[in-house]
């Protein structure tokens, strides 16, 4: 970090650094923004699940109230998902997206700043519920009728609402940044089949936002409506309950496609720069991944099978959802290709890349037992339920980005991370995980419904609950250890050069960390694997001169402006509506000095 | 969000698809709205066969001859961007100017229809909380009319650059990405005004 | 040194398959059975088992396939010095389609029993005996609308008969569940959902809600009792019957005389089919659970407790002590004395 802030000029003084990571458009900056922001909102997720299991580990407790434990695990699961995993996908799309297309910055620098400071305000206001001691408490998904003001008065389904609008609005506005970038701003050469598949499924991810984010963001505009201005779209008389589910769950499949396409991407360019082979099936990887998102906006009803939506609309939606398998299993398999006949070296960034390919693979078989309607019948809002969820969303989401983490550190802080630290992680993390969630798939089998605050003590769910709770612990142990682990190598770490890993994709030719510009010279792209084909096939390649008029954008402070704009918007309509025209007006002004800012 | 950033680095022009990138921002815009819409519509759809049975329904209240003729103005004031787009492209600033006002006074001429209409409702006791004919109609065609109001804004602040002389032949694009935006506008009305109006209900 | 260390990793990774294995084909060992979906006791929860049962070998199969290959490779392939670069293979498009159509053909042979499943647990049988049951926040009502009574939280059912559970909510969604007879159903507000099957031996069944449904989710226990025809002919007939109206001079007498008196006025929220007071009010309030056979019921709100004396004494005297957030009330000892209350939970223990 030192060095990339005296590489912009001298600034000795504090305020003057502050206020440039405030306003600064420099994509590797505000990668490191989301990165740490979204990190520490992971442990805030992660400290509500401790609650959770301490909670649930051992029969008729008393430790939490029923009250309090609602909103712990509904607030856990909409930190995990909307403030710690898709933001820290955000955070290496930021730094990595422009740095492996070969350009200088995203295509709107200041849209960019803004999608980051309305996701920080946003997350601000979503758990600010907390301090009224009224957060959300309906469940990650807020079903209709209890989200309703008459069966959830109050502030809390409030704070759901424009928590997740305002977070919305961030979210769209990097994902529109970020398909604009990949679409218009690939270096000379890298052409669509050419480029990173990290860059391919950042892409997929990005117009899977694109079309996903505006149906969550009519649902809960209805439900602003319903809560606020006595609208009845999902009134049980008037208008329907179960419209909500389906909108939800519209938005829903496809988000978590969202959540774990750009870790297929990361666990892509981790897994051949470490078997130092090239991906396997590279088409089919891509095609497998467009055939996913494709299918993703087919199969929402699978989380409403127990609704009663009719027999047949169940078997087409088993079908669809069974469908995604395939080129799931597919992704899997060229993975697994991708290792064999390698020359495999187990960093710690490996390591994480291959139990991602083992625990994801545990999740997705457990997913197309949910998909067997029948199976679904018993296996709905169990722990089963709970265990598939996690395999995916930790087993696979966050291990590839614990994996992107190790890979990429150098490139970030030019140092690495300690890799004897990384092992003692993995190892905890690994086993933590499987202690923790693989015995939900037995309480699931003994029939224990999730979102229950207590259980009695002659159902036989001691046992597992005790050890799942353990393995949480443990996990957290493990987690910690990669934060000192950050710290640690941020300051102190080894130093590392442009091409720590004998890399194979072009953020590896510039330095690390990367200059303000990112390359001297704009790249030319041959091949695929470029930087690889380079060092290996084309050795005796002349550098290209150097660009003259490199130009960067300044930095800016209305994005923030803006946003807080935005915020404020939101809490009025929780709190009392001038304070939302007070936003309102802050937000006016802001645009308009952003439409006349100069900004070359 | 009419964001006018440019891109960050060399020259203007060199992007990988030879479309400038805010005129790419739009059409993902427009991709993304279109899922805001069909959203909107769906729901629409979905509620649609409760509505025929409704004491004061659509049956009642919708006046088709006076909401296509809404209609036909809104796809008039297309028409009249076209003319004012191709006068700025012949360099002539006048005939513009005087187009695209024309275009913006035929939104705000929509933007009054509609308005007459949702007063006439309110009359005959339908609000946005009385049914659901009220939430759905009111919601769909409430979100597409603060399209349109965001639209007679940009048009006429596009009016202003030009006698403040910020808009010249070399920077078309501005009006032609509006343009995008207003034509869009105008076809998620057509589908709207057939699904809401013109379907019968049964 | 280093050999070493790449052994214990190789111990380490290969512990792992079997370690998973063992515990995913045990589930012998899981825990309990009272709520269990593979004890079976009903045609519909068999079904669903018939069917889990190959697609989890199915699964158990491709799990030690893909685990083992990862591992095998993660250890047969990993780097030594001074190795070279190996060949820098693409692809084959030959082993990428079988590939394709292998998961294919695997899906294939899931489906096609999973479609022959969902229409047999969709299909009605003829003539079947009905319940209805209405989801509130946080018990059930049912209702035996042919036989003409209501009853709360612990249905009763004959067994060997196809039984229709027909449900809706009265106020937000919940979901019907016992594992060990059917699969489960959502009951929604403003819907009607029905649950088909056919109980295969009498006993005591466990259930509860699986929707979460706000802050008491977690204690909307329900019971289903299986008897023999007979027996259930007998338990129907006493229902009709109404109340068993306690003998003058008694403590249960005495109770019945608090149940409708100004400081519990119970009867404003609860119903005792056949209970009328001396100034001629009935028991027949609508928002908690029918009474009517309360002293037979082995569970007390909604299985938050169990039903001895001593816990329906505590339950009435503060209902949120043991449900917090429910909708009972408590009663202090203003309300009702100490000695009262003991007539009241004396005279609910005499209603069978
Ligand atoms: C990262 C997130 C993620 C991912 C990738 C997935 C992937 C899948 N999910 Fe999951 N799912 C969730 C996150 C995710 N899910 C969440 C959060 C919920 C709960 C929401 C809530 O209610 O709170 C949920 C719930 C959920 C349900 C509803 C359960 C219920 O509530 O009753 C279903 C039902 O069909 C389902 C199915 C699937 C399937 C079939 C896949 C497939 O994509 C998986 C495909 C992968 C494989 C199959 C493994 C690899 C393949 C091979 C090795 C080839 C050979 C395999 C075969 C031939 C079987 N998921
Ligand atoms: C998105 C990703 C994600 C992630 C990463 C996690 C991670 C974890 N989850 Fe979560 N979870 C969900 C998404 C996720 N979850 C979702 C979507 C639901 C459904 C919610 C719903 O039903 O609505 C859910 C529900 C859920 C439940 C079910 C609750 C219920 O139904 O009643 C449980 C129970 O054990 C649980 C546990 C855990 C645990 C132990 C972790 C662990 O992996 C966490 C590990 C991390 C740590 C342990 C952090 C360590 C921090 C410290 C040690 C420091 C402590 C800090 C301070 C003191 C300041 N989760
Ligand atoms: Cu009722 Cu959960
Ligand atoms: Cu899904």
Redesign the pocket.
Known sequence: MAQAVAAKEEQTDRWAIIWDWITTSDHKKIGLLYFWTSLTF??????L??G??SQ?AVPNSTMISPDV?NQF??M??LV??FL??MPMSVAFFNFIIPLQIGARDVAFPRLNSFSYWVYLFGGILLCSGFLFGDAPDI???GYASLSSAQYTPGASGDFYVMGLQVLGISTLAGGLNFFVTIINMRAPGMSLMRMPIFVWMTMITVVLIMLAFPTLAIALFALMMDRNFDTVFFSATEGSVVMWQHLFWIFGHPEVYI?ILPAFGIISEVLPTFSRKPLFGYSFVVFSGIAIAFLGFGVWVHHMFTVGVGPIPNMVFSTTTMLIAIPTGVKILNWLATLWGGSIRLTTAMLFAVAFVGMFTIGGISGVMHAAVPIDYWQHDT?FV?AH??YV??GG??FGLIAGTYYWFPKWYGRYMSESLGKIHFWLTLI??NL??FP?HFLGVDGM?????TYPSDYGYELWNLV??V???M???G??LMVWNLIKSVRSGEPAPADPWDGRTIEWTTASPPAKHNFDATPQIRARDDFWDKKYNRTDEAEPPADEHIHLPPGSYVPLLVSFGLMLMGAGVIFTLWISVIGGIITAVGLFAWAFEPND | MASTDHHAGHDEHATTTGITHNKMMMWSFLASDCMFFGTLIMMYMVYRPDMADLEIGPNQLLDIPFSSLMTFVLLMSSLAFVLGLSALQRGNHAGMRIWLSTTALMGLLFLGGETFEYLKFYDEGITIGSNIFGTAYFVTTGFHKVHVAIGVIWLLGLVLMSYRGRLGVENEEKVEIAGLYWHFVDIVWIVIFTFVFLVPYR | MADWIRCKRGVALGALVPLLALTLAGCGITGGEVQSASELAGDNARAIWNLFVPIFWLSVVIFVLVQGALIWAVIKFRRKEGDPVPAQLHGNTKVEVAWTIAPAIILAVILVPTITTIADLASEPDDPYTVDVIGHQWWWEFEYEEDGFVTGNVMHIPVDTPIQVRMTASDVIHSFYAPQLFGKQDVIPGRETNIYFTAEQTGEFYGQCYE?CGIQHANMHFRIVVHEQDEFDDWVASQQEGATEPEEGTIEAQGKEVFFQAGAACHACHAIDGAVAEDGTEAAGQVGPNLTNIGDRPIIGAGSLENTPENMFDWIRNPQESKPGNEMPAFSEDQISDEDLEALVAYLNSLR
């Open positions: 992971f442990f805030v997720g992660g400290f699940a401790l959770v299991r649930l434990y695990f509904t856990h699961a995990m998902i710690a995993l469940g990650w998904t959540l722990y709970v969820l996690h969303l930790f989401t966050m933590g995980f923790t969630f939900m419904p999730r979102r229950i605050y799942a709770t393995g949480a612990y996990l957290g142990i987690m910690l | 979460f």
